[in-house]
């Protein structure tokens, strides 16, 4: 059984991109502002968490890497944006952990941050390959709805993440630590 609790987050992240692409295909038509839409950003929030809950853990980045890769394929076909963000994120989140406060607040503008790096990051390589041609005033309306609908996301998801993080870390046996 403590096998199946080193992979409990991987596991739970397989989990975060299927719920992410269901609530992309059901949610869409609430997720918008206008004509300007939001995206559906549970696994990066998720990858984002668990970097900002388990800042010691190496492995996790890649675990990011694996998720990023299957993500890519399940949403777009190609390899490239999920792989390259997610383990970059969970590797920098790693790295804030180590000096931001660990409150709920602090945590919530440093997703909010990065949620909105990864939308423009997203815009700017979709634009550069002509996949989606979208203005600039579009991207910065779509910002706005993204950060109240990621505000949304990363209440439901704060304690649910946390509780992975801290109690299944990936690929670590923490039954070798208890008494």
Known sequence: ??????????????????????????????????????????????????????????????????????????????????AVFLPFSCWIYQKIACFLPEIFWARLIVVLLGTTVFVAYSWLIFNMVSVATTSLHGLLMSLLVNLGWTAGFFVCLYWIWGNLAQDYPFLIDLNAYRV
């Open 1 to 82: 059984m403590s096998v199946f609790r080193k992979w409990v987050l991987a596991i739970g992240l397989f989990v975060a991109i299927v719920v992410d692409g269901v609530c992309s295909l059901y949610l869409h038509q609430f997720m918008d502002y206008g004509s300007f839409g939001a995206a559906s950003l549970i696994l990066p929030i998720s990858v984002m968490l668990i970097g900002l809950f388990d800042d010691t853990n190496k492995n996790e980045i890649w675990l990011a890497l694996g998720t990023g890769i299957v993500a890519d394929i399940y949403f777009y076909g190609f390899i490239g944006i999920y």
